[in-house]
C-alpha cells in the first residue's frame, strides 16, 4: 500500500504537469494541426454559408448555382 501511494503520489502530478505544459505552450494546437482558439476566431469572420440548419443541402445547392 506505502508503495502504490509513494508511485501514484509522484506520476499522477507530473501527468498533470505534463499535460498542462503541452497545452499551455501550444503545442498539442501544432502537433495535431488544429488552429488555435485565437487563430480558430481570425479565420471565421465570413458570413456563414447556412442559416436554416432543417435544409443545409438545399441552401448548399443554392450557393454552388451562384458561382
Sequence with gaps: MVRYCVIHSITIPSIF????????????YNVFGSPSPN???????GIPLISYRFDPLEQLDEYSISF
Design 39 to 45: 487563430e480558430f476566431a481570425d479565420s471565421r469572420q
Design 17 to 28: 504537469i505534463a499535460d498542462w505544459l503541452f497545452f499551455s505552450t501550444g503545442l498539442a
